[in-house]
């Protein structure tokens, strides 16, 4: 399957903050190397991964040489297994080294989330029930976990505050009343998803009575989820969120829920281990000193 990357300038601009942070006023070391010195490199992996991040790994690369050749041998959401080779290039040696980190790091952040997003995905597979993330996302990264959540067969919760209404508790005490903070909601943002967290079943009942589009189960038991679903008959979409972890995703799908949302999809995360090695082209670089 081919998952589609966010807009060029999005992962653009994610990879100018990168370069700028790690490179500075310019990378010191890889001066050392004559100036047009080519070299070839390839990327393995240390551990089975779920491999995302393609287009950011490109853009640092051609951010420096925009001649360089870059040859996939695995694409985003393709599963990879431990030691194996997964890209090749060929390019301009200083760019090779300047931008391996940024590359690299890219890469092995967002094959993270996609691979956690997979094992999540299978623990429900044949179920009714789509594994969703949250916004709780490393800073400045969101539209490149939520992407990252997509190669794992994940699904997208709202991107932010803009996109979708999510009434809870805080919400709730300032409108005065559940009921009253989703009229105000219909009012403001009629053409918006909205979404009511409810933590007991007076609540539920009280959000299906104003005609919610989903509810949100926070922290319900697994025998309160069968008859939670049993009451909402169909009238709103069943989200479960809270005390969800990978021992219990199939128990909770079992229940007949839509979505389960996982904050820990792009919450904790622990990058993968790649390695990048770098060949110099001697002949050229010979020719460049001589």
Not at 14 to 22: F, P, S, T
Request: proline share 2%; charged share 25%; net charge negative.
């Amino acid at each position: 399957m081919r998952f589609d990357p966010p807009e060029a300038a999005l992962v653009a601009a994610d990879v100018q903050r990168a370069l700028a942070e790690d490179l500075g006023s310019g990378d010191a070391t890889a001066e050392l190397l004559p100036a047009d010195a080519t070299a070839s490199a390839y990327v393995i992996t240390r551990e089975a991964a779920v491999l995302c991040g393609q287009a950011w790994f490109e853009a640092c690369f051609r951010a420096l040489d925009p001649t360089v050749e870059i040859r996939w041998q695995a694409a985003d959401g393709d599963r990879l297994t431990a030691g194996q080779t997964f890209v090749e290039l060929q390019g301009n040696a200083r760019a090779l080294v300047s931008a391996e980190r940024c590359a690299l790091n890219f890469v092995q952040t967002l094959s993270a989330t996609a691979g956690v997003t997979a094992a999540h995905v299978a623990a429900v597979a044949g179920t009714r029930t789509r594994i969703l993330d949250t916004r709780k996302t490393l800073p400045g990264l969101r539209i490149a976990q939520k992407y990252a959540v997509r190669c794992g067969g994940g699904s997208n919760h709202r991107i932010g505050l803009f996109d979708a209404i999510l009434i809870k508790e805080n919400h709730i005490a300032a409108a005065g009343s559940l009921s009253a903070a989703v009229g105000a909601a219909r009012a403001r943002h009629p053409e918006l998803l909205l979404e009511v967290e409810v933590e007991n079943f007076d609540e539920l009942h009280e959000a299906l009575a104003a005609g919610v589009d989903r509810v949100m189960l926070d922290e319900f038991s697994d025998a309160d989820l069968g008859r939670a679903v049993a009451d909402v008959a169909g009238r709103a979409e069943i989200e479960v969120s809270g005390g969800v972890d990978l021992t219990r995703l199939r128990t909770i799908a079992a229940s007949g829920v839509d979505f389960i949302s996982i904050g820990a999809l792009t919450k904790h995360v622990r990058a993968i281990d790649l390695s990048m090695r770098v060949k110099l082209d001697v002949r050229r670089a010979i020719s460049a000193t001589s």
